[in-house]
T-cell receptor, first 113, second 115 residues
Framework: DGGITQSPKYLFRKEGQNVTLSCEQN?????MYWYRQDPGQGLRLIYY???????QKGDIAEGYSVSREKKESFPLTVTSAQKNPTAFYLC????????????FGPGTRLTVL | AQSVTQLDSQVPVFEEAPVELRCNYS??????LFWYVQYPNQGLQLLLK??????LVESINGFEAEFNKSQTSFHLRKPSVHISDTAEYFC?????????????FGKGTKLSVKP
């Protein structure tokens, strides 16, 4: 089975806890992205990475952190500093020379209680 | 800076009726344009894209979109919708040679097809 996997599909955490969302791909794409989706807000870019060991902040990086130690993996940590973490989180991948076309994972719905 | 405006947040339509979902973009350079579809609690799937060449692009399930450079638009159309087309649709833009490889998304249009 190939493609982009995000786990878990649903995640519940207590307020004040850090939580890490997984994103894995086996398509050998260089670029990986994390988006946050809220109703009526569209997709907002949190972080992105073009190559291993390098990543850049997107539009709403505050309260989030990432790492890119392997090409296949781009985990996102939602820290306790994120004021409103409940949302649907989408991971995407892209390939150089693909006109910036992106392919999305199935998403993780995070609910902070 | 680039931006994307989807003019309708919700579009209700009856089954077998035609539909148009509107998308306008703002960019100072040439662009690539995309439409994605999202079914409830799922990721986004690419529906169609304009990269170059013919300004009319089509998807395998009957949707089409036309790139209009003078009006900076990329509206999505389908002549006869089905219940299964009920979903949220996102328009996205990326510029030629964008070093960051980022897409700018509109806020989405929810298409609701009623029997």
């Amino acid at each position: 089975d190939g493609g982009i996997t995000q786990s878990p599909k649903y995640l519940f955490r207590k307020e004040g806890q850090n939580v890490t969302l997984s994103c894995e791909q086996n398509l050998n794409h260089d670029a990986m992205y994390w988006y946050r989706q809220d109703p009526g807000q569209g997709l907002r870019l949190i972080y992105y990475s073009q190559i291993v060991n390098d990543f850049q902040k997107g539009d709403i990086a505050e309260g989030y952190s990432v790492s890119r130690e392997k090409k296949e993996s781009f985990p996102l940590t939602v820290t306790s500093a994120q004021k409103n973490p409940t949302a649907f989180y989408l991971c995407a991948i892209g390939k150089a020379g693909m006109h910036n076309e992106q392919f999305f994972g199935p998403g993780t719905r995070l609910t902070v209680l | 800076a680039q931006s994307v405006t989807q003019l309708d947040s919700q579009v209700p339509v009856f089954e077998e009726a035609p539909v148009e979902l509107r998308c306008n973009y703002s960019s100072s350079v040439s662009v690539y344009l995309f439409w994605y579809v999202q079914y409830p609690n799922q990721g986004l799937q690419l529906l169609l894209k304009y990269l170059s060449g013919s300004t009319l692009v089509e998807s395998i399930n009957g949707f089409e979109a036309e790139f209009n450079k003078s009006q900076t638009s990329f509206h999505l159309r389908k002549p006869s919708v089905h219940i299964s087309d009920t979903a949220e649709y996102f328009c996205a833009v990326s510029d030629y040679g964008g070093s960051q490889g980022n897409l700018i998304f509109g806020k989405g249009t929810k298409l609701s097809v009623k029997p």
